[in-house]
């Protein structure tokens, strides 16, 4: 079974802070993903990666960078987290490039901004 | 722009009361049409992949059948345990990789 794992399940960080969110599958997929998820809105797409130290914006980049540094590690990172940053973030992973690319995801990361 | 809208937002079942979930998509070139369930709190979980039009997969009580510009999602006999969101989403041939998703139905069945 393909795992993906996120670093916290719920975090709670000051406005102003950096964050760091990390994700990791175990699968050897090529890409993945990082959404937000918010009530009314759907999953938004913020960066995804298909290739180590390869990044493509998503939707809503505006605030946040990613790093992928291994193939089985890509994170998320608030450089300065704002109220309106409070969301769940969903991290997911697919094989390839090409190809019928269903994903797998993690559990989530519920963060709240304070 | 491609689009892809589920009805209904929500829905309430008895339980044994069976109904469908509909994805309807407007894009150029389905390559791929995925639906996933989600439970409060939890990352979605990948449930069917359809890749062409009267494609039909079944998993349980749960049967996805695809056409040219909808998907359904039916739920046969539900019970309580199948509450949850439902997601679709779709991947476009020739251009992004990157599936386009739906905003989901949320599912309540009661005892």
């Known amino acids: 079974d393909v795992k993906v794992t996120q670093s916290s399940r719920y975090l709670v960080k000051r406005t102003g802070e950096k964050v760091f969110l990390e994700c990791v599958q175990d699968m050897d997929h090529e890409n993945m993903f990082w959404y937000r998820q918010d009530p009314g809105l759907g999953l938004r797409l913020i960066y995804f990666s298909y290739d180590v130290k390869m990044k493509e914006k998503g939707d809503i980049p505006e605030g946040y960078s990613v790093s992928r540094e291994k193939k089985e590690r890509f994170s998320l990172i608030l450089e300065s987290a704002s109220t309106n940053q409070t969301s769940m973030y969903l991290c997911?992973?697919?094989?390839?490039?090409?190809?019928?690319?269903?994903?797998?995801f993690g559990p989530g990361t519920r963060l709240t901004v304070l | 722009e491609d689009q892809v809208t589920q009805s209904p937002e929500a829905l309430r079942l008895q339980e044994g009361e069976s109904s469908s979930l509909n994805c309807s998509y407007t894009?150029?070139?389905?390559?791929?049409l995925f639906w996933y369930r989600q439970d409060p709190g939890k990352g979605p979980e990948f449930l069917f992949t359809?890749?062409?039009a009267g494609e039909e997969k079944e998993k349980e009580r749960l049967k996805a059948t695809l056409t040219k510009k909808e998907s359904f999602l039916h739920i046969t006999a539900p019970k309580p345990e199948d509450s949850a969101t439902y997601l679709c989403a779709v991947q476009v041939s020739g251009g992004s990789y990157i599936p386009t998703f739906g905003r989901g139905t949320s599912l309540i069945v009661h005892p």
């Open positions: 894009v150029s070139g389905l390559r791929g």
């Open positions: 359809l890749y062409s």
């Open positions: 997911a992973s697919s094989p390839r490039r090409g190809g019928y690319n269903e994903q797998f």
